[in-house]
């Protein structure tokens, strides 16, 4: 992976990174404390790539691009690559706006309702039985019990959404993008390659620094979610060159990226080497799986998604035919069994 020689887009600013194409950055109050968002420029109108989460941080920051460098032309489309806060959260907001239509793929769309229409008290309870599934203690369920509203608080009312599906073309001023869409950090991710101009839109599929989480559904807690990224990173080592430019929904452009795909895939199955051995003594629950890949854990947000990581792994294992998984008393334990 090799960083691409760019000045970072400051606020309220754009860098331009192909005759049509805009990067910005925007923050965000987390730990990743950042998401890169993209613009194309469509000639009369642009589209847009994502759209920071509902905050005030946010609303100012698209308040000072369209009075600013957006140069006074609408925002036409708005292109949502997954459910997440980060990506969807003022999609609505920004879609009153301007007036902007808003895609994103079925599943996405799927993901985003079903996570809104939690009233919190519901989502409490989901948590709460999803943190005993996993053999938390109690102190770490009522931890989870005690913030139902996460969702909710970063993301604004939806808007209508028009579904895009693999293979879709989504035109810019100079270029033509493919639509991919893939399961993995989430299960109906969109990218966007423009094959011509070898550009790669691969949002959070294939970020330069820290490995995309992988987390368990929590809409089916079984699902196999790492055994279908894994094939994305086998595919897209395929389908990108090493100069290919990659842009990711976070840190920074880079080239190099089928070598950072196999990176991720040789990380992926260290973990799962760690928990075979560590099953080796005996079932497991996901509480002990992530101890064994994270060690210790701070903070509610850390946990979850450190929770969500190891249950991911677990589930391919049992995919894969070498682990069973049973449950006593709502605890899912995971015995190696090959
Ligand atoms: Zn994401």
Redesign the pocket.
């Known amino acids: 992976m090799t960083r691409a020689e760019l000045e970072l887009p400051h606020h309220g600013q754009l860098v331009q990174l192909a005759s049509d194409v805009y990067w910005a950055r925007f923050d965000l109050p987390f730990r990743l404390n950042h998401i890169n968002l993209y613009l194309f420029d469509q000639g009369d109108s642009w589209t847009v790539i994502d759209t920071g989460l509902k905050d005030d941080a946010t609303a100012a920051h698209w308040d000072d691009l369209l009075a600013g460098p957006l140069n006074g032309k609408p925002v036409e489309r708005i292109i949502a690559s997954?459910h997440?806060v980060?990506?969807i959260g003022y999609a609505g907001p920004l879609a009153e706006k301007t007036g902007a239509t808003v895609f994103s793929s079925a599943d996405e769309i799927d993901h985003a309702h079903w996570l809104y229409n939690h009233e919190p008290e519901d989502f409490a309870k989901l948590m709460e039985s999803v943190y005993t599934a996993h053999g938390f203690d109690e102190e770490t369920i009522a931890i989870a019990r005690a913030d139902p509203g996460r969702y909710r608080r970063h993301v604004a009312p939806l808007p209508d959404i028009i579904t895009l599906d693999d293979g879709d073309v989504i035109t810019s001023r100079d270029g033509e993008w493919q639509v991919r869409i893939d399961a993995g950090?989430?299960s109906g991710h969109i990218s966007l390659y423009d094959r011509s101009r070898d550009i790669y839109l691969a949002v959070?599929f294939l970020l330069p620094r820290i490995s995309?989480?992988v987390s368990a559904d929590l809409r089916k807690l079984d699902h196999d979610q790492l055994g279908p990224y894994l094939d994305y990173l086998a595919d897209i080592e395929g389908v990108i060159t090493a100069e290919t430019l990659v842009l990711p929904?976070h840190d920074w452009p880079f080239t190099d990226g089928p070598a950072r795909a196999a990176e991720l895939v040789r990380h992926h199955h260290q973990r799962l080497d760690q928990l075979r051995a560590a099953a080796a003594t005996g079932p497991m629950t996901t509480a002990a799986a992530l101890d064994v890949l994270f060690g210790r854990v701070f903070g509610p947000h850390e946990v979850y998604f450190a929770a969500g990581e190891a249950r991911a792994h677990l589930n391919h294992l049992v995919a894969l035919g070498e682990f069973v998984k049973t449950t006593t008393d709502g605890v899912d334990r995971f015995e190696r069994i090959s």
């Open positions: 997954h997440h980060d990506h950090h989430s959070d995309p989480n929904g």
